[in-house]
């Protein structure tokens, strides 16, 4: 069974711009969440979708926002990019909020 | 005090010795734990569920939980040197919310 694929794997913007990532979770997984993953910051949570509803949001800017479609896919946005978005961007998605996660293999943003 | 700690390590062990990983977490409701193994450059891979009390093996890994200390805790019996990875700790405070991760310990096992 297909894993789940995050697109593009890797992005450079410049300051200022915006991006879009996108997810493809496993099929018949309806949470779809996504982590900003830094070297000093680590895991942090940025938003989980289940069934095209935002349920859970962590503290990150406006600046940050996502959606989820009726096939689950998901898309994460980040307007006015700063040095500091650059990270490591990964996809998880599980069957349930009890369930582990199963992760994209990301998507590195470099922010010049 | 933050939500899911963990040593960041590194924790260095010999090949075919016991490596000992832990966690402690802040929120005693706390319902479900997990463990994760990322390789450097890659993505996080779920290894061991772990949701009451007790032991729980798979493999060469057991996974253990104490509610009342709020400790969770993995050893992977016979290490070997493709074990060497950053294990994460991810805790669902309550259902239906996300889940917290740890900083993540670095093992190291030495041939």
């Known amino acids: 069974k297909a894993g789940v694929t995050q697109t593009p794997r890797y992005l450079i913007k410049t300051r200022g711009q915006q991006v879009t990532l996108s997810c493809s979770p496993i099929s018949g997984h309806r949470s779809v969440s996504w982590y900003q993953q830094t070297p000093g910051q680590g895991l942090q949570f940025l938003f989980e979708?289940?069934?095209?509803?935002?349920?859970n949001k962590g503290n990150f800017p406006g600046r940050f926002s996502g959606r989820q479609f009726s096939n689950s896919r998901s898309e994460m946005n980040v307007s006015t990019l700063e040095l500091g978005d650059s990270a490591l961007y990964l996809c998880?998605?599980?069957?349930?909020?009890?369930?582990?996660?199963?992760f994209g293999s990301g998507t590195r943003l470099t922010v010049v | 005090q933050k939500e899911v700690e963990q040593n960041s390590g590194p924790l260095s062990v010999p090949e075919g010795a016991i490596a000992s990983l832990n966690c402690t977490y802040s929120?005693?409701?706390?319902?479900?734990f997990f463990w994760y193994r990322q390789y450097s450059g890659k993505s996080p891979e779920l290894i061991m569920s772990?949701?009451?009390?007790g032991d729980k093996e798979d493999g060469r890994f057991t996974a253990q939980l104490n509610k009342a200390s709020q400790y969770v805790s993995l050893l992977i019996r016979d290490s070997q040197p493709s074990d060497s990875a950053t294990y994460l700790c991810?805790?669902?405070?309550?259902?239906?919310?996300?889940?917290?991760f740890g900083p993540g310990t670095r093992l190291s096992v030495l041939p």
């Open positions: 929120d005693r409701g706390s319902q479900s």
């Open positions: 979708y289940f069934s095209e509803t935002q349920r």
């Open positions: 991810a805790v669902n405070m309550k259902y239906g919310q996300n889940f917290v």
């Open positions: 772990i949701y009451s009390n």
């Open positions: 998880a998605s599980s069957l349930t909020s009890a369930d582990g996660y199963t």
